[in-house]
């Protein structure tokens, strides 16, 4: 039984900077494609990055471009999220989700594992 176990979530000001986790385990880490994926309220699931799986090349939407960075430690099972100068507008649930498979993927039908999805509040 695979598992996506996020953290780090919380409450930060604008301006400021929180570092997502993402801990895998059930399967071999290196299969997946990894993804973060946000909610706000009243909205739909929406992509902000991804991870491949092999060379690790990144992709982001583009209101995260330059603030977020996506990494992943394959010896510890663990994608992060580094989110610098968040703003009011990055304030959501964030999800954590896996796909097998070598190319990323935006859309969230794509993934087949997801996290419980942990909150981030940006306060202005």
């Known amino acids: 039984q695979v598992q996506l176990v996020e953290s780090g979530g919380g409450l930060v000001q604008a301006g400021g900077s929180l570092r997502l986790s993402c801990a895998v385990s059930g399967r071999t880490f290196n299969v997946y494609t990894m993804g973060w994926f946000r909610q706000a309220p009243g909205k739909e699931r929406e992509f902000v990055a991804a991870?491949?799986?092999?060379?690790?090349?990144?992709y982001y939407t583009d209101s995260v471009k330059g603030r977020f960075t996506i990494s992943r430690d394959n010896a510890k099972n663990t994608v992060y999220l580094q989110m610098n100068n968040l703003n009011p507008e990055d304030t959501a649930v964030y999800y954590c989700?896996?796909?097998?498979?070598?190319?990323?993927?935006?859309?969230?039908?794509?993934?087949?594992?997801w996290g419980q999805g942990i909150q981030v509040t940006v306060s202005s």
């Open positions: 991870i491949t799986r092999g060379s690790g090349s990144t």
């Open positions: 989700a896996a796909r097998v498979g070598t190319f990323y993927r935006t859309a969230a039908d794509d993934y087949d594992k």
